[in-house]
Nanobody
């Protein structure tokens, strides 16, 4: 499982970013995929997930209305559009994949019904004036 996140950067409050994730090593039709973030000194927070079966989406309450997740199955890409950025959005953002049913993993990060058990290197998002 490989998940390569990109698109982070330094942005002013109120600005926007679009994060991208290139997924490989698994069949995207079978797994939910999404994003979580981790700010310095804080726990991981699942922020968005999109299901493979019906493209249902789930968001953390803290990002609803500002974050939009989408995917391009043909290209094995997942995107996170982040609008109206605030200082509290500063974090490393990770692209993550659902774990298999019954699969044991070291750590699980949840958002909605998604249970992320696999992720790659993150991309830094810094909101600063």
């Amino acid at each position: 499982v490989q998940l390569q996140a990109s698109g982070g950067g330094l942005v002013q409050p109120g600005g926007s970013l679009r994060l991208s994730c290139e997924a490989s090593g698994f069949t995207p039709d079978y797994y939910a995929i999404g994003w979580f973030r981790q700010a310095p000194g804080k726990q991981r927070e699942g922020v968005a997930c999109i299901r493979a079966s019906d493209d249902s989406v789930y968001y953390a309450d803290s990002v609803k209305g500002r974050f939009t997740i989408s995917r391009d199955k043909a290209r094995n890409m997942v995107y996170l559009q982040i609008d109206s950025l605030t200082f509290e959005d500063t974090a490393v953002y990770y692209c993550a994949r659902d774990r298999k049913s019954g699969e044991r993993v070291r750590t699980v990060v949840t958002v909605g019904i998604c249970q992320f058990g696999h992720w790659g290197q993150g991309t830094q998002v810094t909101v600063s004036s």
